[in-house]
């Protein structure tokens, strides 16, 4: 079976923009968005929304929070539209679930979270399309997140616009801008599951 390619097929959405069109972008982090903005923001305006409480802690939520909004301050490449830190909508999700491996059964379930959070704000706030950041990492699974953004679109009532940003380099464009900007590149994806264990000294 040919695998899609959500890169084109972003590409090929992008082309058909009406002015007025709109674009809410669920953000993980800084580092992540950087590259995918310089790729969407020529492209129809963009606004990146900030949803992630698989955050291990309120500290780190606020440290990638800080990166991502002093990246759009030196960039001005898009708007940001804010969101609590909401730890309970984690826990209770992916309850049951706390053993899968990353890039197993809790991730999927983490995905569609800020995936649903972000097309009913999309929805909300009037926007055309929503999207996120999550495909530019090598280490998830970019049909998965298409597959359930587009899932979640058609529930919510709102276009979803795929991605695989980390084709054409962008995982690589994306470390060089956050080096660019100084922007702290945290070591985990997020959830307390994903922390590395600490080597003993
Ligand atoms: S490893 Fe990342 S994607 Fe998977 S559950 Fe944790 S924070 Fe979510």
Redesign the pocket.
Known sequence: MNRINYDGVMLAMLQCVQAGERLLLHS?CGPCSSYCLTELAPRIPTTVFYF?P???SGEEYLKRKGEQLRLLEETGLADFLDCDYSAED?SRA?AG?EG?P???A??????EL?LRRTAEEAKRHGYTYFGTT?TVSPL?NAALINELGFSVGEEVGVRYLPSDFKKRGGYQRSIELSKEHGLYRQN???????RRPQREE
């Open positions: 993980c992630n698989n955050l291990d984690y992916v679930l899968e990353e890039g197993g809790r991730c999927k379930v983490c995905f800020r999550l998830k985990y994806c997020g959830c307390r599951y994903s």
